[in-house]
């Protein structure tokens, strides 16, 4: 336990309101079987965070009139099947909207590679496009998918120029195992470091637009900065002011609650609290929120599945974590009871 935090290692990059010095936090180990210290080199598996990473892609693709948000993406690649797997849109990928369902589980037939990654694209869908949130990874293997036959490029290469425009200079898909914080140890794989804690991704074996990015704290604040920023980074802008408020405003309700916008969650009072903010979490305990309106954005990494993620949810721990950065300086909130919702 670190900082009261299942997992051996915690970093976090917070700011509490626009103006107000950055506080950074490490503690903890890489690892309980590596007994030096926590470094800001090291990178945490982001989990679900790459799909954030593929949004900010999706929509630089937009902007740059390589794809329509609203057009049918069997004009690029078949998505799903069923009678309406061809109304589906890289919005309703991206709000997790499509139909389609949340995860492929034929890793565990010993389907890998790209037959998985086609298997996975066939998808049945199990609801009209664009009248039920359901997260979904599928939806995301498939953004992942649309990106590289638009563009001709692997989705490595399109991420990293991603990476480069929002300063996140440590991102990467294939870091070094001594610089990754392990997370799980499984029977089948033993101790997860260096590799991808998702079973799906790692038997996709080739990256992909769900999970299996690594990072530092400082490689997410890049991300959040640039949400709070409208659309800038440290070196060019990275997205149009208009692409940022698709990122900020919801179109769908989940049933959990909170509202969807093209790649983040808009209120999610289960980890955010009574923050107005919009942000993601992953998996192996990653999060970030951004309050747009108190300038505040707070990013917090953590490896709550190491050595196993039975009984580990922080959702308490995100909610004390990411009250100071609310409009009203988080006098007013209290958290409430929640559990682990995102995968």
């Given at each position: 336990?670190?900082?009261?935090?299942?997992?051996?290692?915690?970093?976090?990059?917070?700011?509490?309101?626009?103006?107000?010095?950055?506080?950074?936090?490490?503690?903890?180990?890489?690892?309980?079987?590596?007994?030096?210290?926590?470094?800001?080199?090291?990178?945490?598996?982001?989990?679900?965070?790459?799909k954030?990473?593929?949004?900010?892609?999706?929509?630089?693709?937009?902007?740059?009139?390589?794809?329509?948000?609203?057009?049918?993406?069997?004009?690029?690649?078949?998505?799903?099947?069923?009678?309406?797997?061809?109304?589906?849109?890289?919005?309703?990928?991206?709000?997790?909207?499509?139909?389609?369902?949340?995860?492929c589980?034929?890793?565990?037939?010993?389907?890998?590679?790209?037959?998985?990654?086609?298997?996975?694209?066939?998808?049945?869908?199990?609801?009209?496009?664009?009248?039920?949130?359901?997260?979904?990874?599928?939806?995301?293997?498939?953004?992942?998918?649309?990106?590289?036959?638009?563009?001709?490029?692997?989705?490595?290469?399109?991420?990293?120029?991603?990476?480069?425009?929002?300063?996140?200079?440590?991102?990467?898909w294939?870091?070094?195992?001594?610089?990754?914080?392990?997370?799980?140890?499984?029977?089948?794989?033993?101790?997860?470091?260096?590799?991808?804690?998702?079973?799906?991704?790692?038997?996709?074996?080739?990256?992909?637009?769900h999970?299996?990015?690594?990072?530092?704290?400082?490689?997410?604040?890049?991300?959040?900065?640039?949400?709070?920023d409208?659309?800038?980074?440290?070196?060019?802008?990275?997205?149009?002011?208009?692409?940022?408020?698709?990122?900020?405003?919801?179109?769908?309700?989940?049933?959990?609650?909170?509202?969807?916008?093209?790649?983040?969650?808009?209120?999610?009072?289960?980890?955010?609290?009574?923050?107005?903010?919009?942000?993601?979490?992953?998996?192996?305990?990653?999060?970030?929120?951004?309050?747009?309106?108190?300038?505040?954005f707070?990013?917090?990494?953590?490896?709550?599945?190491?050595?196993?993620?039975?009984?580990?949810?922080?959702?308490?721990?995100r909610?004390?974590?990411?009250?100071?950065?609310?409009?009203d300086?988080?006098?007013?909130?209290?958290?409430?009871?929640?559990?682990?919702?995102?995968?």
């Amino acid at each position: 336990m670190v900082n009261g935090a299942p997992g051996s290692a915690w970093a976090s990059v917070r700011v509490v309101r626009a103006g107000a010095e950055e506080q950074r936090m490490l503690a903890g180990a890489p690892s309980a079987h590596d007994a030096g210290p926590l470094r800001p080199d090291h990178l945490f598996d982001l989990a679900s965070l790459t799909k954030v990473f593929t949004t900010v892609a999706a929509l630089r693709f937009v902007e740059q009139g390589l794809i329509d948000l609203d057009a049918p993406v069997s004009e690029i690649a078949a998505v799903g099947s069923g009678s309406d797997a061809a109304r589906v849109t890289l919005r309703h990928l991206l709000t997790h909207s499509s139909g389609l369902p949340p995860e492929c589980w034929l890793w565990r037939d010993g389907l890998l590679g790209d037959e998985l990654r086609a298997a996975a694209l066939r998808t049945e869908l199990r609801a009209v496009p664009g009248e039920e949130h359901c997260y979904s990874d599928v939806g995301f293997i498939a953004v992942g998918e649309i990106l590289e036959r638009a563009s001709g490029r692997s989705l490595e290469e399109i991420v990293a120029e991603v990476a480069v425009a929002l300063g996140a200079d440590s991102l990467t898909w294939r870091p070094e195992q001594e610089r990754a914080v392990a997370t799980e140890e499984q029977p089948h794989r033993g101790l997860i470091r260096g590799e991808v804690h998702d079973e799906l991704a790692h038997a996709l074996a080739r990256p992909s637009g769900h999970a299996g990015l690594f990072g530092s704290a400082d490689d997410v604040a890049a991300l959040a900065r640039m949400v709070r920023d409208d659309g800038d980074g440290p070196r060019s802008r990275v997205l149009t002011s208009a692409s940022v408020r698709l990122m900020s405003a919801p179109v769908i309700r989940a049933e959990a609650g909170y509202g969807q916008a093209i790649g983040l969650r808009v209120r999610d009072r289960s980890w955010m609290g009574e923050v107005d903010a919009v942000g993601h979490t992953g998996f192996t305990g990653t999060c970030f929120a951004v309050d747009r309106d108190s300038g505040g954005f707070g990013v917090l990494l953590l490896n709550r599945v190491h050595p196993t993620r039975e009984g580990t949810d922080v959702s308490l721990i995100r909610r004390d974590f990411l009250r100071p950065i609310g409009s009203d300086g988080g006098e007013s909130i209290r958290t409430t009871a929640g559990s682990e919702t995102e995968t």
